[in-house]
């Protein structure tokens, strides 16, 4: 059961956070936290985003705010540990948010 993956050391996450401005690792979770024009963008993208968790079968938590979408991920088959799986999420997720006005 799970993915065969391994926790990434500390200048493995350095490298991929290079890569995606506005995302950061605290406390083994990648996160970032998206701001929108108003409700119902943020509330389409999680949507958005919920349909690229189940193509992935990864999956993030994901808090709702009025004009604010918070992003956060680790790989619970491996105890909580961020992998290239959370970064692959995070990628895809930065692919689709310009289009839903996310800054
Ligand atoms: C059975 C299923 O593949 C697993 O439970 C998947 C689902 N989504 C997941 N999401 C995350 N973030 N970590 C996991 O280990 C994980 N495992």
Redesign the pocket.
């Known amino acids: 059961?799970?993915?065969q993956v391994e926790p990434l050391g500390e200048k493995e996450i350095e490298e991929r956070l290079a890569e995606l401005p506005g995302w950061s690792v605290e406390d083994d979770l990648l996160r970032r936290s998206y701001h929108f024009p108003g409700h119902l963008p943020a509330a389409v993208m999680v949507m958005h985003i919920a349909r690229i968790?189940e193509e992935l079968?990864?999956?993030?938590d994901l808090t709702l705010g009025y004009n604010r979408l918070t992003v956060a991920?680790?790989?619970?088959?491996?105890g909580g540990r961020v992998t290239d799986?959370?970064f692959g999420l995070a990628r895809r997720i930065e692919e689709i948010a310009g289009a839903h006005g996310a800054h």
Do not use: P
């Open positions: 059961m799970g993915a968790q079968d990864h999956h993030a991920v680790n790989t619970h088959s491996i799986l959370d």
